[in-house]
């Protein structure tokens, strides 16, 4: 891999900061689980910059509600809603077979934390994989004809420092002979969700569209409901849903990031890759584990999920 790739922007800037003087106007975004969160902040800069901001979700009057506070706070009114649950296939076929448009930008940020015991949908997968991973991965595969019309295209996709937790177990995925556990659960689909970003990116570079993954950091959120609501990071290293929403926007704005993919970030720097799992918190958090950067288990995982999605 080429040089580690910094900026200026440290864990406590903004989203808003990171992009300060970027003009979207006339662009089209869509942010899954942008009604909640630092979905919300992801939603709301990128409608400051001139966006049309498509709020994919589950809850159309919770979506609602958000574009209508987005609108009033940002004058933008290019603000739509859309349902997508992202573990039902049917469901994300018909978001993609009703997008009609080139696709400049597409940040996939919905997703669900360790479910507390094994879940499987109805395609056969743990619940986890399926929202995280599958899920967007149908979408984006789906969305790939509108993100190649756009000419510089960037997909966008949170994963976690939860990934350094698991790789993707191929084997055993779904915990039909490995003992349930909810972090290791989680690690796995954010590994998946890294080596995706390796995987499109290759296959993708000839179209113009770039895949890049990042760790939003600890911010206390609907996401922590199954582990209590509480955060184990130190309350220093904590996050507001604005500060934890600047790598997303960075990753989809900063002009210096064109045509760059298959990278992971953390507080707005690339992540520093690691062969073991640190036991220093602050390191932790800024590493990327190996295993997901890993080219031939990235389309292995591909073959894996076209299959699935089918």
Do not use: C
């Amino acid at each position: 891999m080429s040089n580690r790739i910094v900026t200026p922007f440290g864990a406590d800037a903004t989203a808003d900061e990171v992009s300060e003087g970027v003009d979207l106007t006339g662009t089209r975004a869509i942010v899954t689980g942008g009604a909640s969160g630092i979905g919300i902040e992801t939603s709301r800069t990128l409608a400051r910059r001139g966006a049309a901001v498509t709020i994919a979700v589950r809850d159309i009057s919770t979506g609602n509600k958000v574009a209508a506070e987005i609108t009033a706070e940002t004058g933008n009114s290019r603000i739509d809603v859309r349902r997508l649950e992202l573990t039902d296939i049917p469901s994300v076929r018909t978001f993609v077979d009703e997008w009609d448009e080139p696709l400049d930008v597409l940040v996939n940020n919905a997703g669900v934390m360790a479910v507390p015991g094994l879940t499987i949908d109805g395609g056969g997968w743990e619940k986890q994989f399926a929202t995280n991973f599958l899920g967007h991965f149908a979408l984006t595969t789906g969305l790939h004809h509108a993100l190649a019309r756009a000419n510089g295209a960037r997909v966008v996709s949170v994963s976690s420092s939860g990934h350094l937790f698991s790789p993707v177990v191929f084997d055993d995925i779904n915990f039909r002979f490995r003992t349930y556990d909810p972090v290791q659960a989680y690690g796995q689909s954010k590994t998946a969700v890294v080596l995706f970003g390796v995987a499109a990116s290759a296959r993708w570079e000839n179209d113009g569209i770039t895949v890049n993954t990042l760790n939003p950091g600890a911010i206390a959120t609907s996401l922590q409901r199954h582990v209590g609501g509480k955060l184990a990071t130190p309350v220093e290293m904590q996050k507001t849903p604005a500060q934890g929403a600047s790598t997303s926007v960075l990753l989809a704005t900063d002009p210096h990031l064109a045509g760059i993919g298959g990278r992971y970030f953390n507080d707005n720097q690339e992540a520093s890759r690691v062969d073991r799992r640190p036991t220093d918190i602050a390191e932790l958090v800024n590493s990327v584990a190996s295993y997901a950067l890993d080219p031939d288990a990235a389309e292995r995982l591909w073959d894996i999920a076209a299959r699935a999605v089918e």
